[in-house]
């Protein structure tokens, strides 16, 4: 039988929890925002303008014409940039520890994960990681996707329903699967 993984690389479980993973500014800001979250997740579907609103009032930057659906959990709305003319279905998970840039035009579909988020497993202390996601223009995130920490998408791409993308996405690519691989190509 193989040894448990824990004796190769033993966990420093204290070292992870005694870890500054947020200044104090990120904290008070973190806690202000689930105090007014009701606000965004209780308002009426057509209030695409009072969202857009109260995500700028936390430093998002947040376009024309975004419809963002009341459901959608946004984790960290000053990490936040959405160009003009995009939106975000339902439920929709938008885990943001790190900056999320989408683009304009771009559709991120029910239940779809969009994770900026992990932690670096070679350290026993597995310390957070916050890392960048970018959608660029025109992509489209079909429902339940995931697309993974670090990784960028580019214009016009389609990450296909419950598609896991891992790595990058070329422009105009079409990808499925878990893990995504490319199955198309998104031409005029």
Request: charged content about 20%; some cysteine.
């Amino acid at each position: 039988m193989p040894e448990p993984l824990s004796q190769d690389l033993p966990l420093d479980i204290g070292a992870n929890r005694a870890a500054r993973k947020w200044s104090r500014k990120e904290l008070i800001g973190r806690l202000l925002w689930s105090l007014c979250s009701p606000l965004f997740r209780y308002s009426p579907r057509l209030l695409w303008g009072w969202r857009r609103a109260l995500l700028r009032a936390f430093g998002a930057k947040v376009g024309q014409q975004v419809q963002i659906h009341p459901s959608v959990k946004i984790f960290i709305p000053w990490n936040l940039s959405i160009g003009d003319w995009s939106s975000v279905g339902f439920d929709a998970l938008l885990y943001n520890l790190g900056p999320l840039h989408i683009g304009s035009r771009v559709t991120i579909s029910q239940r779809a994960h969009i994770c900026g988020g992990s932690h670096d497993f070679r350290d026993p202390a597995m310390p957070l990681l916050k890392l960048p996601v970018n959608i660029h223009d025109e992509a489209w995130i079909c429902a339940d996707a995931f697309v993974g920490p670090g990784v960028g998408i580019g214009a016009r791409a389609v990450v296909g329903a419950r598609a896991v993308a891992v790595k990058n996405v070329g422009r105009d690519e079409i990808v499925a699967g878990n893990p995504a691989k490319k199955v198309g190509s998104r031409i005029d």
